[in-house]
Structure formats: structure tokens, C-alpha cells
């Protein structure tokens, strides 16, 4: 029964073409987790799955193995459960059993291994939960914009947890992992019980979806 990672770099991006195999600092974008899947102790395999065949070669210099994503699974609107059952698939089909699945986006950089294993470890301790996802406090107060401009936020009750900021948290998108039996065999991407994991003060909370935020990111690669 394997742990694997699961890398998901796809050749396009509308918002900002090209971002997967842009540099940031010495190396791709989506070679920086690439970087720490493989310096995990807690991942037997490291996976990247793309269109890109620039982007698939990259991936076997570095170590990991690399599976080609058909053209039908790297639109903007394909879900991300597709993606990862292609690859569940593919190493079925060699002769692989995957028990835990572990996401990482390529547009967070910034993760450290130490910390991707204490989560890995607290998952594998916490059997009752399908999935986990890395989720940092919320302090915004969310709503709509109504059609002549005016504000309605979501309820009262949202506006109060934002103002104590105690309890109201959202998805980061740094880290899931997946209890493959549990979610994606059942075709539910986090199954029924999700374990909020806090992100850690160490993983920066940037993710990279415009060139400003890749600015930001490039800003920091370089302090």
C-alpha cells in the first residue's frame, strides 16, 4: 500500500500562461514541490501529471515519475478528482496499490518537508477522516455584490466568527491528502469527513495565480 504524491502541472494557465514551467528562482514553479514530495521520509512515490512533455521530462530529472495527462483532462473546468483518478488508474494498471494520496498544487511554493511529514503522520493516525486539508483562520467578512453595486454580505452570523476570529477557517489549498478507498474510488475528491490541519507559520500563505502574485513570490524566492 503506497503513499504517493501527487503533483498536477498542466502546460496552460489563462490567468498566467506558461506558470508551471516559469522560474522561480533557480528552478519551474512546479518544480518546488516536486523539491518536497521527494525530501518527504513519508512518500514512497512522487508523481507528476501533465499534457507537457517539456514539463514531464523536467519531472523525471528530478526524480519523480512522470504520467502523461490526455488532452481532455487539462481544461480550465475539469475537476480535480478526474485528474487524480487518471493517475490512481495508471499505477493500478502497473501493479500499484495507492492508499494515501497527498496533493500538492503547484502554485504554493512555499512548503517545507518537516512539516508535510507531522501531517502525513497525523492522518495516518486519524483513521475515522477521509481526507485532510490545510486551513489558516479567516478574517474576512464575505458577501455579494448585488446588481446596482450595493453590498449584502452572507449572514450575521459569519460577520460575528469574522470579528472574533475564533472559529471561522478556510481551505488553503497548500496541502490535501486523500484516503484513496474513501474518495476518490468513490468518486467524492474529500470523501465525508475532512481533518482541518492549521498551516503551519512556516509555509507562506501565497498562492500563485497572476503575475502580481508570482512578484510577490519571486520577491521572497529572493530575500
Sequence with gaps: MLKIALIPAKSNSRRLPGKNKRLLGDKPLFAHSVDVALKSSEIDKVIVSSDSDDILEIARELGAIAIKRPVQLCGDNVPNLNVCKHVVDTLNNEGDDVELMVLLQPTHPFRTAEELDKAIKTFTLNQEFDSLASVSSAHRVR?????????????????ERAQTKNDSFEITGHLFILRVKNTIERQLLFGKRVYA???????????????????????????
Design 143 to 159: 458577501g455579494t455584490i448585488l446588481s446596482d453595486h450595493g453590498w449584502e454580505q452572507e449572514n450575521q452570523a459569519q460577520q
Design 197 to 223: 490541519w492549521k498551516l503551519p507559520k512556516s509555509w507562506l500563505d501565497i498562492d500563485i495565480d497572476t503575475e502580481q502574485d508570482f512578484l510577490i513570490a519571486q520577491a521572497v524566492i529572493e530575500k
